[in-house]
């Protein structure tokens, strides 16, 4: 190919710089990273409504996998998580009077099954502990052997 194909037929604006090409070429990136983090947080802030679950920027932003400074600094998901955020605050009085047989069996059952990982938890805890006893005692039964050998005295 020629310099004068290269360059472009005449008439046509003249050719951009490598510092151009690249310069574009970061903003087209930046563009579409900005895009999919939008997207990210916009999943994420639906997926919350839909379980009903907790709306804020930290919610968000773990949900989504995006960062709060971005959330922050982007005006339209700032303005929609403050919104969703403050509808939450005004229903929560109501939803606590309206606890259905449901949502208390769930309550009790979640409580139940933390109840139970604090008990397995302590449970294994106790039995590392008591390992460990043990095995230092062995380790002084061990000790005490060897200076009777040492002596001439048999276990």
Not at 10 to 15: F, H, I, M, Q, T
Not at 43 to 65: C, D, W
Not at 72 to 90: C, D, H, N
Not at 142 to 153: A, T
Request: proline fraction near 3%.
């Amino acid at each position: 190919m020629s310099a004068a194909a290269r360059r472009g037929a005449p008439g046509r604006e003249a050719a951009t710089s490598p510092a151009q090409r690249r310069n574009e070429a970061l903003r087209r990136a930046a563009s579409a990273k900005r895009e999919a983090a939008t997207g990210r947080a916009e999943a994420a802030i639906r997926q919350l409504v839909k379980h009903q679950q907790e709306i804020n920027f930290r919610s968000v932003a773990r949900t989504g996998g995006v960062s709060l400074d971005f959330l922050y600094a982007t005006p339209g998901l700032r303005q929609r998580i403050e919104g969703l955020r403050a509808q939450q605050a005004a229903q929560a009085p109501a939803r606590a009077h309206q606890a259905s047989p449901a949502e208390a069996e769930g309550n009790v059952v979640h409580a139940l099954t933390a109840r139970l990982r604090e008990e397995r938890a302590a449970r294994h805890a106790a039995v590392d502990d008591l390992e460990q006893r043990l095995a230092a005692t062995h380790g002084e039964l061990l000790r005490l052997r060897r200076i009777l050998q040492q002596h001439g005295i048999q276990a």
